[in-house]
């Protein structure tokens, strides 16, 4: 039972144009989020995050927007690069896991073509 | 500042072996995390060391074990493998003692493990 979802495994997005990745959860209880991109051969590497206390957090080209009602969180990116090409995850935790405990999504390949 | 560092990068082992995988965190970092990586599975949590304890655990059987050292460097040993074991084992340090916004996990770039 996958309690981050990431139901579009890729996305195709043309260079300048915005890319909208998004993220469904299922446990009420998780109160920060954050998104990692992660390269061939890398690790993944932190983007933003948002606390549940927040409906929106910027970073540059980077947003992140967070629905609690509807339990949904999605990133866009503005305008779209190639180098933006990568998987992104989506990850959640609660405030109750004394440590880090993160749930990961299953990832979502985003293709940004010239 | 160096990154997290895992070795060795690749191995190839075949059913019923061992292996034992090894994590240096970012100095300073005294939590470390172990996430395994599948395709289409994303990254399931193996477990998390604070202070040479274990401080929690992911739902994976009792062959995948971890242990953490004084200088907070980590290890992560998987006995009898099985095919299914066949992943990228990805490395985390962070730097808080307990959870708070402000401490993400720098991940490393993982170790590919290979069971044929």
């Known amino acids: 039972d996958q309690q981050v979802k990431q139901n579009s495994p890729s996305l195709s997005v043309q260079e300048g144009r915005i890319s909208i990745l998004n993220c469904d959860y299922t446990?009420?209880?998780?109160?920060?989020f954050l998104w990692y991109k992660k390269y061939p051969a890398e690790g993944p590497t932190f983007l933003i995050s948002?606390?549940?206390?927040?409906d929106k957090n910027e970073d540059g080209r980077f947003t992140v927007f967070l629905n609690k009602s509807a339990k949904h969180l999605s990133l866009h990116i503005v305008p779209s690069q190639p180098g933006d090409s990568a998987v992104y995850f989506c990850?959640?935790?609660?405030?109750?896991?004394?440590?880090?405990?993160?749930?990961f999504g299953p990832g979502t390949r985003l293709s940004v073509l010239p | 500042k160096a990154g997290v560092t895992q070795t060795p990068r690749y191995l190839i082992k075949t059913r019923g072996q061992q292996v034992t995988l090894s994590c240096s965190p970012i100095?300073?970092?005294?939590?470390v995390s172990w996430y395994q990586q599948t395709p289409g599975q994303g990254l399931q949590f193996l477990f998390e060391?604070?202070?040479?304890?274990?401080?929690n655990k992911g739902n994976f059987p009792g062959r995948f074990s971890g242990r953490q050292f004084s200088n907070s460097r980590s290890e992560m040993n998987v006995s009898t493998l099985e095919l299914g074991d066949s992943a990228l084992y990805l490395c985390?340090?962070?730097?808080?003692?307990?959870?708070?916004?402000?401490?993400?996990?720098?991940f490393g770039a993982g170790s590919r493990l290979t069971v044929l």
């Open positions: 985390a340090s962070s730097l808080s003692s307990s959870f708070s916004g402000a401490n993400v996990l720098t």
């Open positions: 446990n009420s209880m998780f109160d920060y």
């Open positions: 948002i606390s549940s206390i927040k």
């Open positions: 990850a959640a935790t609660t405030p109750y896991n004394y440590g880090q405990n993160f749930v």
């Open positions: 100095s300073g970092h005294r939590s």
């Open positions: 060391y604070f202070s040479e304890t274990q401080r």
